[in-house]
Each structure stands twice: as C-alpha cells, then as structure tokens.
Nanobody, 126 residues
Framework: QVQLIESGGRLVQAGGSLRLSCAATGLTFTNYGMGWFRQAPGKGREFVAAIGWSGDTTVYAPSVKGRFTISRDKAKNTVYLQMNSLNPEDTAVYYC???????????????????WGQGTQVTVSS
C-alpha cells in the first residue's frame, strides 16, 4: 500500500521560512517523479514544484520560483519543499504526490500523478 505522509506545516509570520517533508512508503521511490501542489481556501488545487525521479531536474510555478526549493533524499524516500520569504498568499493546504511521468511538462499536471498525500496546512500571517 502506497503512503505519502506530509509534515512540517504550521503557522508562520510573513517573511519566514518552513520546510515541508513528504515520506513515501510502499513504492520504489526512485521510479517516481515527485510534486508539491497546494490548495488555498475557496480555490482549486495548483501546482507548486516538481522534481524528476533522478533528482537532477526541477520545475516551479512562477509564483514560487526563487523562493521555494524542492529536493529529494533517496536514502530516506523523502521529498522536501523548502519555502522562504513566505507571504499570506502562500497560505494553503500543501499536498505531496508521486507520478510515473518522466517529463517536467507532465509533472506540472495534476492528472499525471498516481498517488497523493493527505496534505499539511501552511498558514502565513501578515
């Protein structure tokens, strides 16, 4: 049974930083591209960042590029999202997901993902 378990979300002040983690079990981690998505109150889920199966390629949404960094640790079967310079518009539930897709273009698409975590809440106060 595949499980993706996110952690690290909490309340933080604007300008602060957080690191989200997503631990994956039940799958061959190095066979999957990994992504982060988020859903703000009253809005649809949107792409945030993704990393290829090898860890050598990454892609970001324009709204987070330069502030967020995605990485993966193959030894720990974990993907991270380092978030800096947070602002209230970053407030959302953040979801981790795993995809069999290889191209970064596909990893931007929600429909390309096979498995999803339950989400972790990030709240940024002004």
């Amino acid at each position: 049974q595949v499980q993706l378990i996110e952690s690290g979300g909490r309340l933080v002040q604007a300008g602060g930083s957080l690191r989200l983690s997503c631990a994956a079990t039940g799958l061959t981690f190095t066979n999957y591209g990994m992504g982060w998505f988020r859903q703000a109150p009253g809005k649809g889920r949107e792409f945030v960042a993704a990393i290829g199966w090898s860890g050598d390629t990454t892609v970001y949404a324009p709204s987070v590029k330069g502030r967020f960094t995605i990485s993966r640790d193959k030894a720990k079967n974990t993907v991270y999202l380092q978030m800096n310079s947070l602002n209230p518009e970053d407030t959302a539930v953040y979801y981790c997901a795993a995809s069999n897709a290889y191209s970064l273009a596909d990893l931007r698409r929600e429909g390309a993902y096979d498995y999803w975590g339950q989400g972790t809440q990030v709240t940024v106060s002004s």
